[in-house]
T-cell receptor, first 115, second 110 residues
Framework: GAVVSQHPSRVICKSGTSVKIECRSL??????MFWYRQFPKQSLMLMAT?????????EQGVEKDKFLINHASLTLSTLTVTSAHPEDSSFYIC???????????FGPGTRLTVL | GEDVEQSLFLSVREGDSSVINCTYT??????LYWYKQEPGAGLQLLTY?????DMKQDQRLTVLLNKKDKHLSLRIADTQTGDSAIYFC??????????FGAGTRLAVHP
């Protein structure tokens, strides 16, 4: 099946710094990728839809200037959490939509801890 | 708006069948999905069903869809300890977005 990777898997940073998370589709091209956030023991909440070559579409309540998304190629989308604060600590998961079907394949997630 | 609801916890004995239920609100959803998440890991797609189907079976997994009641269920036959995980129901929203339920934590005990 299709494989999606994320890097890093875990990151710890100081408050005020920025963190970049990469999401790659390894064996297929994805014009659309999605970024989700999952708080402990909660469901996944969609943050934004990342479209290759165009601006991301953010869900209501998600600050686009704080969560910068770049989808520069058909296999890579990045999420940058700018000026991170402890309340941004969460599990960030990306997914890539397989155009030929109706499936989304999820990355393994990135656990962000902001001290 | 779109909403997906699941019971939060299910405990079953090894070898028994597990049934995880889900209700959704968006009748326009084309596909409905079941994902599995093990601790500290991403989501694994287990199966999905097209909205014009009533049932789909895949080895130990059986998905039942009652479109009238907007009710989806996942049955796992012969549940094993390796099936212990969180199971998420999701509906396919517009622009291929997925709307997830809160997840059902399945605990399998001897």
């Amino acid at each position: 099946g299709a494989v999606v990777s994320q890097h890093p898997s875990r990151v710890i940073c100081k408050s005020g710094t920025s963190v970049k998370i990469e999401c790659r589709s390894l064996d297929f091209q994805a014009t659309t990728m999605f970024w989700y956030r999952q708080f402990p023991k909660q469901s996944l909440m969609l943050m934004a839809t990342s479209n290759e070559g165009s601006k991301a579409t953010y869900e209501q309540g998600v600050e686009k200037d704080k969560f910068l998304i770049n989808h520069a190629s058909l296999t890579l989308s990045t999420l940058t959490v700018t000026s991170a604060h402890p309340e941004d600590s969460s599990f960030y998961i990306c997914s890539a939509h397989l155009e030929q079907g109706n499936e989304q394949f999820f990355g393994p997630g990135t656990r962000l801890t902001v001290l | 708006g779109e909403d997906v609801e699941q019971s939060l916890f299910l405990s079953v004995r090894e070898g028994d069948s597990s049934v995880i239920n889900c209700t959704y609100t968006d009748s326009s959803s084309t596909y409905l999905y079941w994902y599995k998440q093990e601790p500290g890991a991403g989501l694994q797609l287990l199966t999905y069903i097209f909205s014009n189907m009533d049932m789909k079976q895949d080895q130990r997994l059986t998905v039942l869809l009652n479109k009238k009641d907007k009710h989806l269920s996942l049955r796992i036959a012969d549940t094993q300890t390796g099936d212990s995980a969180i199971y998420f129901c999701a509906e396919g929203g517009g622009y291929n977005k997925l709307i997830f339920g809160a997840g059902t934590r399945l605990a399998v005990h001897p």
